[in-house]
């Protein structure tokens, strides 16, 4: 079983910036890829970022390419979202998500190829 814990969301003004972590622990040795999965009110869950854990290869959705950085600490077992030049549509509940399988990058934008979830951190930015 893995766990992952989120943190750093809150409420920003737009054009702020927010850095979310997310810890995993538990058994994490075969870890493949982590990724970010955000899911607006009434919206369904969208894929927002991913990254290989060995190679650190990232993979984004077009709409926060340029906005948003995700990295990973494998010494800490930890994933990073530093998200800057934020908008209101950026407005969601954030989720880390682990995946153990091996998969292709353009895959990984798929929820369905992970394995474990974090409970999500709100991020609200105001217009």
């Known amino acids: 079983q893995v766990q992952l814990v989120e943190s750093g969301g809150g409420l920003v003004q737009a054009g702020d910036s927010l850095r979310l972590s997310c810890a995993a622990s538990g058994r994490t040795f075969s870890t493949h890829a982590m990724g970010w999965f955000r899911q607006a009110p009434g919206k369904e869950r969208e894929f927002v970022a991913t990254?290989?854990?060995?190679?650190?290869?990232?993979y984004y959705t077009d709409s926060v390419k340029d906005r948003f950085t995700i990295s990973r600490d494998r010494t800490k077992n930890t994933v990073y979202l530093q998200m800057n030049s934020l908008a209101p549509e950026d407005t969601a509940v954030y989720y880390c998500a682990y995946c153990a399988a091996t998969a292709r990058v353009v895959d990984l934008a798929n929820g369905s190829n992970y394995g474990a979830w974090g409970q999500g951190t709100q991020v609200t930015v105001s217009s």
């Open positions: 990254i290989t854990w060995t190679l650190g290869i990232t």
